[in-house]
């Protein structure tokens, strides 16, 4: 004799498949034409779905689509870099050569990611400057994202000697670079007009650290020192 499965969890199941279904067409849809050109109603076609208000009743609009997209891959992310940091500080590894492969081993990984990995990074990409922003203000902002204490002490203690100005510019400077460094790559790696160095994404990786580490370890310049001097207060 098989029992039936309950009612309300066969709508659970297909509640699921449906968020699933959406995510993932807003995944592809948002990397390929940036989250204000992907419409709802595109995305819900390309997630075959009849209901025309299906995102709006899951996800209560574009915001909480983009949120679940993040919700899926963020804390990943932020669990690799920590797993990441403990193994180079166990190593007495430099603190800039920490932060800067923390930053951008973990986005390497997510290229392979089958399940919309290189998707989640062109959509990080688009956002990363309103994101970094949205760390230091998240009352202010639309994400919710994953707060990660390792990474962040990790460069205070190495940015915490500088002028709080010039902290929050290295550190937009350096998720800038990390984020939008490895979405540029996957765009290009596989076109044949771009050959040599853009297929290399382990050169390309380490070059991108290194550049990370120098934003970090770079003494600011008097003429940086000058124009901060000249800011309003």
Same mark, same amino acid.
């Given at each position: 004799m098989t029992l039936k499965k309950p009612i309300s969890e066969n709508l659970d199941n297909r509640s699921q498949r449906t968020r699933q279904a959406l995510i993932a067409a807003a995944e592809q849809l948002f990397a390929r034409h940036g989250i204000e050109g992907a419409s709802l109603n595109t995305i &819900?076609?390309?997630?075959r779905q009849s209901n025309r208000n299906a995102i709006q009743y899951h996800f209560g609009g574009k915001n909480g689509l983009v949120q679940a997209i993040f919700? +899926? $891959?963020?804390? +990943?992310?932020?669990q690799r870099r920590a797993d990441l940091i403990d193994d180079m500080a166990a190593r007495a590894l430099p603190t800039e050569a920490i932060v800067a492969t923390a930053m951008v081993q973990p986005l390497i990984e997510k290229l392979d990611d089958p399940d919309?990995?290189?998707?989640?990074? $062109?959509?990080?990409?688009?956002?990363? &400057?309103?994101?970094?922003?949205?760390?230091?203000? %998240?009352? +202010?902002?639309?994400?919710?994202?994953?707060?990660?204490? +390792?990474? =962040?002490?990790f460069t205070a203690q190495q940015l915490g000697h500088l002028p709080k =100005?010039?902290?929050?510019?290295?550190?937009?400077? /350096?998720?800038?670079? =990390?984020?939008?460094?490895?979405?540029d790559h996957a765009r290009?790696?596989? /076109?044949?007009?771009?050959?040599?160095?853009?297929? $290399?994404?382990?050169? /390309?990786?380490?070059?991108?650290?290194?550049?990370? /580490? !120098?934003?970090? #370890?770079? &003494? %600011? #310049? !008097?003429?940086?020192?000058k124009l901060l001097d000249s800011l309003p207060r």
């Open positions: &819900t076609r390309a997630a919700d +899926k $891959h963020s804390p +990943k992310v932020a919309g990995g290189e998707a989640y990074i $062109h959509i990080s990409a688009e956002l990363i &400057t309103a994101n970094t922003l949205g760390y230091q203000s %998240p009352e +202010k902002h639309h994400l919710q994202l994953v707060r990660e204490s +390792k990474i =962040a002490s =100005a010039i902290v929050e510019q290295r550190i937009l400077l /350096m998720n800038i670079l =990390a984020y939008h460094g490895v979405s290009v790696r596989g /076109m044949a007009q771009y050959q040599g160095l853009s297929e $290399h994404t382990d050169f /390309m990786a380490s070059n991108l650290i290194d550049s990370i /580490m !120098a934003i970090l #370890s770079t &003494t %600011p #310049s !008097a003429q940086t020192h």
